[in-house]
Structure formats: C-alpha cells, structure tokens
C-alpha cells in the first residue's frame, strides 16, 4: 500500500509514492551519511523521537559538505554539541523543523511563511524554479519519508527573519493549502 505525499521541488510540486513502513524522517537522516552532523544535533537537542513519531514533519537540512563550506559544522560540532549548550542547540535545530505541515500542489507559488517548531517564523520562496528557504538557503535535493519530507538546503538557518506573531496571518496551516 502506498501514501501519496505532496512536497515542494525546485522545479514544480510532484506527488511521490513513498511505501508504507519506509523510514521516519528521524532514520533518513542517520541513513544519509551526508547528514551525520545534523542527525547528531537533533538527537543531542532531545528531538530524535519527535522526527520518528508519527504525523507529517518537514525539516530543512543543510548537509554536511554545506555546513563545513560555510563554517556552521564547526559551531555546531564544537560548541552547540557540548555540554551545558543543549537549549541553544534545541532552538537552532527547531527552527529547521515544521510540525503538523501538510503541503499540497500549489502550496507555494511565490512567498509562505511558516511557523517551525521553534515558534519562529519562516519565509519559503519561489524564484522561478529555485527554492529560497529563509533569507538566504536554496533547496538542493528532497528525501521522503514515512512520517514527513527532508528538503535538504545549502546553509544553516541561523536566525529566525521575524517574530511567530509575523507569521500569524500568513502562516501555511495545515490542510489550508491546496
């Protein structure tokens, strides 16, 4: 049996078949090598469980070659991983997180912005066929999952770009997009 999931590309919205009983969003990316220093953040922040549960989960990841070329591997690997820094790093990698998003052909034809996990408000962008995900990561690749969808991005988000109250009357809720 399959489930239809709907999610954003670089190029239009598809519709990919994913097979029941695939991986959580939680096993894709330890499954993913490429994405080892952020799979290891969110299980150091307490958020492993929350990305293998179920629901639909979106979470923007900058792979591990992006965070090195940038310089955040080292901040995250060195800093937010040690000890005493789990708040920091709860609230870095929550905000990379959108719970309870169900995305649906069309959901996205110029600017949305969402609330993460974080409470912080996130601008989504199309630029032609390109994906803008906060002020600045592009949309490199996406990875479906049992639970949810990993778009993978070329930087960090560092920074929240407003306030969750900024997001209130144009946040993308769930089911409101069709």
Not at 83 to 95: F, K, M
Not at 116 to 123: F, I, K, M, V, Y
Not at 144 to 171: H, K, T, Y
């Amino acid at each position: 049996m399959f489930r239809l999931l709907a999610f954003l590309s670089g190029l239009s919205f598809s519709i990919f078949a994913v097979p029941a009983g695939a991986a959580s969003v939680m096993e894709r990316l330890q499954e993913d090598g490429n994405l080892s220093i952020f799979a290891t953040a969110v299980q150091k922040a307490g958020l492993g469980d929350r990305l293998s549960g179920p629901g639909q989960i979106t979470v923007f990841v900058p792979s591990n070659r992006a965070m090195r070329n940038e310089g955040s591997a080292f901040l995250l690997e060195s800093v937010l991983l040690s000890d005493g820094n789990e708040g920091r790093l709860s609230d870095v990698v929550s905000h990379h997180v959108v719970q309870g998003l169900q995305l649906r052909a069309g959901a996205i034809a110029e600017t949305k912005d969402i609330d993460t996990l974080s409470r912080s408000c996130l601008r989504i962008e199309r630029f032609g066929s390109a994906l803008k995900v906060g002020p600045e990561a592009v949309v490199t690749k996406r990875l479906a999952a049992d639970n949810g969808v990993i778009f993978i991005v070329d930087r960090m988000l560092w920074a929240p770009w407003q306030n969750a109250s900024a997001c209130e009357d144009s946040m993308l809720q769930v089911g409101s997009a069709s």
